[in-house]
C-alpha cells in the first residue's frame, strides 16, 4: 500500500528514525516553522542557530519547546532527543549528522554559504531565503544536483504556493495567462524606508519595538523589493515571462482577476500572456478593494475550446465577462507553519516543491534618491535603494547591479532617484561564494527557458 507524506513520516517516528532537522536564521518565519514541527510525527528538531543565542533560545520557547530541552553538542543532541543551540549557522550546515537545513537567515550571502556547506555533506536544503534563490539561482541548483540532493522553494511562502498552482494548471492542459501574489501596494511605498515604514502599515514605532518587528524586512515587503525578488523566483522556475519594465501592480480584486489580467487584444492589461504579476489590494487613491488578494496567490488561465468555456459557467469558475479567461485563487499563505510539507518531500521523495529552472527573471537596484560618490547602499529595504524585476535579458545587457550584491557597498558614481543603479556605479564587491556564483550564472546566461 502506498502511503502519504504524514504516514511515511508516522511511520518513520515509530521507527525511531526521524528526519533530523537543522534550522538557521530564528525569526518569524523558522519560529512558526518550530512551532509545527514539534507536533509533527516523524520530525527532530536537532540543532538551531542565530546570530544571537538568546534569540535562538527565545524562539524555541514561543514555539512551545521545554526550556530545559538542551545540549551541549549536537551528537549529545542527536542521542537525547534534545536540540543543540549554536551562534554559528556553518557549524549546522555542515553538519554530516543532519538530513536536512532549514535556511530562514533572510541574508543572501550567508543562505549561498550554508547552502554549499550542506550541499557537500548531502544534506537537502529548504530555502526560505529566497534573495538567495534570485541573486544566483541556477548556479546554486547546479550545485545542488551534483552533489545529489534538493534544493527545494519553502512551502508556505507564495512563491512554491504560486508554482504549485501553476503546475496543478499546466498538467490539466491549461495555458496560463497570469499568475502571482497579492500585496499592500501604491507608488509612494517605494520611497518607503525603515524610518517611515510603520506608518504606512498603521502601527506606531514603540508597538514595533515591542513586538520585535524588522523595520528594513518590513520595508522590504512596501517598497515593492519583496514581491519583485518573489515574482523572478516564480518566473525562474516556471519559465513564465517577466514584465519589459518591471510589475505593474494593478488594484484587482479576486473577482476581477480574469477580467484585469488578461492579454490588452482581450481588453485586459497583460502584454505577453503566460506572465507573472503582483496585484495590489489597495485603490491607487488608498481604499482598500472589497474582496482583495493581499495574502493570497492565484492563476488566471483560459478555455482551449467553447465547451471549456461552457464548463467553466456550469461549475461557478470566476471566468472575465466572455467565459473565456478563469482564475482560481488562494487567499492565505501560512508562512512557516506549512513549512513541513516542502521538509518530507525533499527528504522523503527528493523532490523539491518548487525550484529555479533557469535565469528569466533578476531583481535591480533603482535609487530611492540622489546618491552620491562615498555614500553607501544598504540593501534590500534599507535607505537607499528598492529592488525592481526585469527580465535577466535586460539587467545583464545593462550591467544592473542586483539587489543581492547592494549591501555594504560604496557608490563611486553619481545616481539620480528612481534611476538603476549599474555595477559601475559602485565599487567591486568584496569576493564571495555568492559573487562567484553569481557571475558563474551571468557568464552562462543564454535568455532560453529550460523547462526540463
Wanted: net charge negative; hydrophobic share 40%.
Amino acid at each position: 500500500m502506498n502511503l502519504d507524506l504524514a504516514d511515511r513520516l508516522r511511520k518513520r517516528f515509530e521507527e525511531g528514525n526521524p528526519v533530523k532537522i537543522g534550522v538557521i536564521g530564528l525569526g518569524k518565519f523558522a519560529t512558526m516553522f518550530l512551532s509545527q514541527a514539534r507536533i509533527t510525527k516523524g520530525f527532530q528538531i536537532s540543532a538551531v542557530a542565530d546570530l544571537d543565542y538568546k534569540r535562538a533560545n527565545d524562539a524555541l520557547i514561543t514555539a512551545g519547546y521545554d526550556s530545559n530541552i538542551r545540549a551541549d553538542s549536537l551528537n549529545k543532541a542527536l542521542q537525547e532527543s534534545s536540540i543543540y543551540i549554536t551562534e554559528d549557522g556553518m557549524e549546522i550546515a555542515g553538519a554530516e549528522q543532519l538530513d536536512v537545513i532549514v535556511e530562514a537567515t533572510g541574508n543572501p550571502e550567508a543562505g549561498i554559504d550554508h547552502s554549499l556547506a550542506a550541499f557537500n555533506v548531502k544534506s537537502h536544503v529548504v530555502l526560505v531565503t529566497v534573495e538567495a534563490d534570485v541573486l544566483c539561482g541556477a548556479s546554486l541548483i547546479k550545485r545542488a544536483n551534483e552533489a545529489g540532493v534538493v534544493c527545494s522553494m519553502a512551502y508556505g511562502d507564495q512563491p512554491s504556493l504560486i508554482c504549485e498552482l501553476v503546475e496543478r494548471i499546466r498538467s490539466s492542459g491549461f495555458e496560463i495567462t497570469c499568475a502571482g501574489k497579492g500585496t499592500q501596494y501604491l507608488p509612494i511605498y517605494h520611497e518607503s524606508t525603515p524610518e517611515t515604514v510603520w506608518k504606512y502599515y498603521g502601527i506606531s514605532s514603540q508597538k514595533a519595538v515591542a513586538g520585535g518587528l524588522n523595520p528594513k524586512m518590513f520595508n522590504s515587503f512596501l517598497d515593492g523589493t519583496k514581491s519583485a525578488i518573489e515574482m523572478a523566483a516564480v518566473a525562474n522556475a516556471t519559465g513564465l515571462i517577466v514584465p519589459q519594465n518591471g510589475l505593474k501592480f494593478p488594484p484587482v480584486g479576486t473577482s476581477n482577476l480574469a477580467q484585469i489580467l488578461k492579454p490588452e487584444k482581450e481588453g485586459g492589461i497583460i502584454t505577453d500572456e503566460g506572465t507573472v504579476e503582483v496585484v495590489s489590494s489597495l485603490k491607487r487613491n488608498g481604499e482598500t478593494i472589497s474582496d482583495d488578494l493581499r495574502f493570497g496567490v492565484y492563476v488566471v488561465f483560459k478555455a482551449s475550446t467553447e465547451y471549456v468555456s461552457r464548463c467553466f459557467s456550469e461549475y461557478g469558475v470566476c471566468t472575465d465577462e466572455g467565459g473565456k479567461y478563469a482564475a482560481l485563487w488562494r487567499p492565505v499563505h501560512l508562512i512557516g507553519l506549512e513549512l513541513g510539507f516542502s521538509v518530507g518531500k525533499a527528504v522523503l521523495d527528493e523532490q523539491a516543491v518548487g525550484s529555479t529552472k533557469n535565469f528569466l527573471g533578476d531583481v535591480v537596484s533603482v535609487a530611492k534618491k540622489d546618491l552620491i560618490p562615498g555614500e553607501f547602499l544598504d540593501g534590500e529595504g534599507g535607505r537607499t535603494v528598492w529592488g525592481k524585476l526585469l527580465p535577466a535579458e535586460s539587467s545583464i545587457s545593462i550591467n544592473a547591479l542586483p539587489i543581492g550584491l547592494a549591501h555594504k557597498i560604496k557608490i563611486i558614481k553619481e545616481v539620480k532617484k528612481g534611476e538603476i543603479v549599474s555595477q559601475n556605479d559602485v565599487t567591486t564587491p568584496t569576493e564571495t561564494n555568492a559573487l562567484v556564483l553569481r557571475k558563474e550564472m551571468e557568464e552562462n546566461f543564454n535568455g532560453e527557458k529550460n523547462l526540463d
